[in-house]
């Protein structure tokens, strides 16, 4: 103990001797590593997640199903929902009122490196029912050639890919691409995509058919299998183009081409048919300061309609769907508060859907407003007046509202 006492002495009296040069070069050096630790962890957080995100589309996705791509590495977190009320008129037919929460969907992606991407949309529906919506692994290879595999959203029409509620006007999506391009579509596939030249991107895949077994009077609907133990005896191949000739102004279209039978669907022989399904769509849009312009025109032809089965008391399948829609807004709220970041569009849009050989003929005109006090949240009303061949459908006043994170 009394060596160890005073060797402890020995020791204070030499660190008290030395200069306090020593003692100020020391609180340098640690504050000089401090500086460093303090860089490398924001760096780290910079990895993880992207502070200031810029909502914009990429790939042909929604502005929050991009996200992931803006990542240096690691997760993304994004998301959208919808709700909405609808009050169904008397004048044609009969319904209860309905206040429904339509979706509330997570996007969660992960960015291994700068090459390879996961990106998935997870669905709540109605509040008690949980999709996959999308689930991709992205290869990036270069500007014109890029790779993509998993659950993916059929490039066809303008809202199956980008079906976030802030991108489009009315409540609902619009009815042509919700009954005859039957949005939100997916099913397993892979393809490839990329930018043929600075205008010009094209998009080209390799999906799971239909299952032609479940077609029904109103079309292809009811044929999406979602991948969810998908038949798939039956391939087909989807195709995009989409031309930017000047800013704000997009022209484009897709084609679908596959058989639908699944070795479900036999003649009046029992033999196998393949319900071979054709999808073609153009469609345009443009937007220059306030004014936006839409429109598509779709067109399906269903080979061997006449032998699939139908329920009872309803009408056959039909062998070709003529549609299109075309749409106009325009927001004026910059004309009455200059300098406003806020959004107030009223909009019109008349939709036509003709079906040869059965009475679901409908023309639809939509008339409302949509309103968003910052970009990523938007209120919705507008009326809904159908005029439908067989007179079976009320007209909807309907409220919704829509978000985007």
């Not at 001797?17 to 924001?42: C, I, Y």
């Not at 502070?51 to 914009?56: F, H, K, L, M, Q």
């Not at 709700?83 to 009969?94: A, E, I, L, P, V």
Request: glycine share 10%.
């Amino acid at each position: 103990m009394k060596r160890l006492g005073t060797m402890t002495l020995l020791f204070c009296l030499l660190f008290a001797a030395l200069p306090l040069n020593v003692f100020a070069t020391s609180v340098e050096e640690l504050e000089r590593r401090l500086d460093l630790v303090t860089e490398e962890l924001q760096k780290l957080k910079n990895e993880s997640a992207v502070e200031d995100v810029e909502y914009t589309s990429k790939y042909g996705m929604g502005p929050a199903a991009s996200k992931v791509y803006q990542q240096n590495k690691g997760l993304s977190i994004g998301g959208y929902g919808e709700g909405q009320f609808k009050n169904y008129t008397s004048d044609k037919g009969s319904k209860i009122d309905q206040a429904d929460m339509l979706r509330a969907i997570l996007y969660v992606g992960y960015k291994f490196n700068d090459s390879i991407i996961f990106n998935s949309e997870i669905e709540l529906e109605h509040a008690d029912e949980v999709f996959v919506e999308m689930a991709t692994i992205d290869f990036l290879l270069n500007e014109k050639l890029n790779l993509r595999t998993g659950m993916l959203l059929a490039p066809v029409g303008l809202t199956n890919e980008k079906h976030e509620p802030t991108l489009f006007h009315g409540v609902d999506r619009p009815l042509v691409e919700r009954q005859v391009i039957p949005s939100t579509w997916r099913e397993m596939g892979v393809g490839a995509f990329g930018k043929l030249t600075d205008k010009l991107d094209y998009k080209l895949y390799v999906m799971n058919g239909f299952d032609g077994a479940d077609f029904t009077e109103q079309g292809l609907r009811g044929g999406r299998q979602k991948g969810s133990k998908a038949k798939a005896e039956d391939w087909a191949l989807v195709g995009r183009l989409d031309y930017e000739p000047l800013l704000g102004l997009n022209l484009g279209g897709s084609f679908y081409l596959g058989d639908s039978g699944q070795g479900q669907v036999k003649n009046i022989g029992g033999s196998e048919v393949d319900v071979f399904t054709q999808i073609y769509e153009v469609h345009s849009q443009y937007k220059y300061r306030g004014l936006e312009l839409k429109a598509l025109v779709s067109q399906v032809k269903i080979d061997d309609a006449e032998f699939i089965p139908v329920d009872a008391g309803k009408e056959n399948v039909p062998d070709e769907i003529f549609a299109y829609y075309a749409e106009v807004a325009y927001d004026v709220l910059p004309h009455i508060f200059t300098g406003t970041d806020q959004y107030l569009a009223p909009f019109v849009r008349y939709e036509n859907l003709d079906y040869d050989g059965n009475n679901q003929d409908v023309n639809l005109l939509v008339a409302g407003i949509s309103y968003k006090p910052i970009p990523n949240v938007v209120l919705k009303a507008d009326y809904s007046n159908f005029d439908m061949q067989n007179g079976s459908r009320a007209d909807e006043f309907n409220v919704g509202f829509g978000y985007i994170f």
